[in-house]
């Protein structure tokens, strides 16, 4: 459009030249080139003026306005000071392993990665006017703890002329090696009766050691343990804890057989846990637990599931987890799924160290959680104490098992199992009692 406007002032301006030299009165002659020269010269000079007047009535001028940010630096004075040594495996948080600090954490929540011996850097995320920034942070990660004797198997019998292995009769674990060593001090001679004194001791690979006295009786035959236990009747039991905030209930696997629960319903029983099955070598289900799930339910029951369990490996218990929900075919709970792992009177044999069996419970939680149902740790006070860690404890709730009146176990528990002795009507024979906690929220 610009070139033909542009032709057309210039030939406009040409011809108007033209006419105008034709007319004009001139002081000499000039040939026809000269004066073709001259105005196709005159009307160029025109149509750029009048090109130039066009362009630049139609100009317009656009003012960009530049928005800046003020750049944060990280604080001049920052002060973040942390622990120099921290113990292996240990769950360690940020908010712990900082000593001192004059700013805000992104995560103090965050753990520690405490998983291998040495010296070790971290970059903590922290908060400065609204910017995030990391500053990196140096630490020396050391096994000082000795091994923790679990059985400690004082005086224990031996039957004459058969084998002979310390580790039938202690028990012992470590917090970060899965293979402490046991030495110990005397000999026993397995084919003739006498007392042994030994001095057994365990050393973890760190160097900690542990060592303790042990008597082994090498006898003709083992004495038989005498059960003088007294049995606890179900409606003394509710007498005794009955209050507005608790629920009774039991757990029962295949040693209870056929169940009446109608009648264990009406002696005052409110929710059941069930073994689902077990793990030694392979998965193997309770033979009564779809009897039990499908009855207590009809019954009324609020009911959840248990799976006592041998296995030392994470993938092994999350296949554990969906073998469990192939067995509840979509069917809700009103109770969680039960970790139980109760293998702790040999637990050297099973190769594995505390942090890794806690690393086990977390992996099946997880899966359990994956798969829609809520976790549970079941463990008696003992093991709650020493075994499992607090955040393992604090991962979902606790199935505490202390067999004692009145229980002075000071973590938190949703479900107390607090006998193995009980009767009730329904079940010929012993059962384990529980109280459920109502201000606990499981689900």
């Given amino acids: ?57 139609t100009t317009v001028v656009t003012t960009t306005t530049v928005t800046t940010t003020k750049k944060i630096d990280p ?12 113990e292996a495996g240990a769950n360690i948080t940020l908010e712990d392993f900082i000593t001192d600090r004059n700013v805000e954490l992104k995560d103090g929540s965050a753990l520690l ?47 004459v002329e058969t084998d002979f292995d310390l580790n039938d009769y202690i028990g012992f674990a470590d917090n970060f090696d899965d293979h402490p060593v046991l030495t110990c001090e005397g000999e026993v001679d397995p084919d003739t009766v006498g007392a042994y004194p030994l001095v057994a001791t365990v050393t973890d690979s760190s160097g900690n050691s542990v060592s303790w006295d042990i008597t082994i009786n090498v006898v ?17 039991f509710i007498s005794r804890y009955n209050s507005d905030d608790v629920q009774f209930g039991i757990d029962v696997s295949a040693w209870q057989a056929d169940v009446d629960y109608n009648a264990v319903r009406d002696a005052g029983c409110s929710f059941v846990i069930i073994r689902a099955g077990y793990y030694y070598s392979q998965i193997t289900p309770d033979s009564y637990f779809r009897q039990n799930l499908r009855n207590a339910k009809a019954a009324g029951l609020d009911a959840g599931i248990y799976f006592y369990t041998t296995d030392r490996t994470e993938d092994g218990v999350r296949e554990h987890v969906r073998w469990l929900t192939e067995q509840l075919e979509g069917q809700k709970l009103d109770l969680p799924i039960a970790f139980d792992w109760e293998e702790f009177a040999h637990f050297q044999k099973y190769g594995i160290s505390i942090r890794h069996l806690n690393d086990v419970y977390a992996a099946f939680a997880d899966e359990v959680i994956k798969q829609g149902y809520q976790p549970m740790l079941y463990s008696s006070k003992i093991f709650l104490e020493t075994i499992w860690s607090e955040r393992m404890k604090q991962t979902a709730p606790v199935w505490l098992a202390h067999y004692v009146n009145e229980t002075n176990y000071e973590g938190e528990y949703a479900i107390w199992q607090a006998s193995a002795y009980g009767r009730i009507p329904g079940i010929n024979g012993d ?13």
């Fill in 75 to 86: 604080p001049a004075n920052l002060v973040m000071n942390c622990m120099d040594s921290v």
């Fill in 431 to 443: 059962v384990d009692m529980d109280i459920r906690y109502l201000n606990q929220k499981i689900e």
């Fill in 220 to 236: 003709e035959e083992v004495p038989k343990s005498v059960d003088t236990i007294p049995r606890v009747d179900y409606s003394d």
């Fill in 1 to 57: 459009m610009k070139i033909k406007i542009l032709f057309a002032n210039i030939f406009a301006a040409f011809f108007a030249a033209f006419l105008l030299t034709e007319s004009a009165d001139k002081p000499a002659e000039r040939s026809d080139t000269e004066i073709l020269l001259e105005a196709v010269t005159t009307a160029a000079s025109a149509a750029s003026a009048t090109t130039s007047r066009t362009t630049a009535a």
């Fill in 113 to 159: 990665d405490t998983s291998e011996l040495g010296d070790f850097e971290t970059e903590v995320p922290y908060i400065y006017e609204g910017t995030e920034f990391r500053q990196t942070l140096s630490y020396h990660v050391a096994d000082t703890t000795e091994p923790l004797i679990i059985n400690p198997g004082w005086n224990s019998s031996h039957k």
